[in-house]
């Protein structure tokens, strides 16, 4: 989902440069490189934005799924 705002280790806040990191890794640039040109030096905030996964497409249809059957319910109430 979201990135968390701080490193659950050290509190660092990391949610602030997590779209500049997406953005140029996305663009095909050494995730290491662009951690250090961030000034991200320690391995648990590093591994934050590493490891970070978008997962809101995935969920997203179970969410549509849900209001699909809250509105059959209730036309059979009807
Ligand atoms: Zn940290």
């Given at each position: 989902?979201?990135?968390?705002?701080?490193?659950?280790?050290?509190?660092?806040?990391?949610?602030?440069?997590?779209?500049?990191?997406?953005?140029?890794?996305n663009?095909?640039?050494?995730?290491?490189?662009?951690?250090?040109s961030?000034?991200?030096?320690?391995?648990?905030?590093?591994?934050m934005?590493?490891?970070?996964?978008?997962?809101?497409?995935?969920?997203?249809?179970?969410?549509?799924?849900?209001?699909?059957?809250?509105?059959?319910?209730?036309?059979?109430?009807?």
């Amino acid at each position: 989902m979201l990135i968390p705002v701080r490193c659950f280790t050290c509190g660092n806040l990391i949610a602030d440069i997590f779209e500049e990191y997406q953005n140029k890794t996305n663009a095909g640039e050494d995730p290491a490189k662009v951690l250090d040109s961030l000034g991200i030096e320690r391995y648990c905030c590093r591994r934050m934005l590493l490891t970070a996964v978008e997962t809101i497409q995935q969920v997203i249809p179970f969410y549509e799924a849900i209001q699909r059957r809250k509105q059959e319910v209730q036309s059979e109430l009807e």
